[in-house]
């Protein structure tokens, strides 16, 4: 069964640090995402992402965050100068074309910033 | 946007019980998924169900669409039920799903 990928499953960064998330959705999906999950909290939309634009994002999705489509297969979430408070569980999720309109997650990255 | 609220907050369970889950909503849907997330942080893929009923295993689900309500059934529940379930909601194709806080499961042994 087709799923979705993300590497790391965790990392560890230095405030400041530019990060890089990594996802590989599902082959012939055309809809990506990314949401995040602050410990102990509820997962939050940062970033909705088609034919290679942004369709949506939220208030969170800050001039400090970016997303690519590098090429075929990858998705990726940047964080250019870490806080603390991006430390979080990061997940990719994308979805096909058509019924059903199913989002598929990854298993997820966890970030944390010292 | 669409407000999801989930009951109860947190429930135990002994090992053996059956238990059911509550999802509401605001608005009309066209995508409802459930999810459990283990003790690693992953969402595991339960059902996507934005109307209906279905059954896998254990676990059920019904969504009444008309009502705004979504109900997950866990039936002769087991200590690797427990963890975090999730509902969330989308009114639109190709557009972001909304979590609610979810209900955190403990099945004691």
């Known amino acids: 069964e087709p799923e979705v990928t993300q590497t790391p499953s965790h990392q560890v960064t230095q405030m400041g640090q530019e990060v890089i998330l990594r996802c590989v959705p599902i082959s012939n999906h055309l809809y990506f995402y990314w949401y995040r999950q602050i410990l102990g909290q509820k997962v939050e939309f940062l970033v909705s992402f088609y034919n290679n634009e942004i369709s949506e994002k939220s208030e969170i999705f800050d001039d400090q965050f970016s997303v690519e489509r590098p090429d075929g297969s990858n998705f990726t979430l940047k964080i250019r100068s870490t806080k603390l408070e991006d430390s979080a569980m990061y997940f990719c999720?994308?979805?096909?074309?058509?019924?059903?309109?199913?989002?598929?997650f990854g298993p997820g990255t966890r970030l944390t910033v010292l | 946007g669409i407000q999801v609220e989930q009951s109860p907050p947190d429930l135990i369970l002994q090992e053996g019980a059956n238990s059911t889950l509550r999802c509401n909503f605001s608005d009309s849907v066209n995508n409802l998924q459930w999810f459990h997330q283990n003790p690693w942080g992953q969402l595991i893929n339960l059902f996507y169900?934005?109307?209906g009923t279905k059954q896998n295993g254990r676990l059920s689900a019904t969504t009444v669409a008309t009502e705004r309500y979504s109900l997950l059934y866990i039936s002769s529940s087991q200590t690797t039920d427990s963890g975090v379930y999730f509902c969330a909601v989308g009114s639109g194709g190709y557009q972001k799903v909304t979590f609610g806080i979810g209900t955190k499961l403990q099945v004691i042994p």
């Open positions: 999720a994308s979805e096909g074309l058509g019924l059903p309109n199913e989002q598929f």
């Open positions: 169900i934005p109307s």
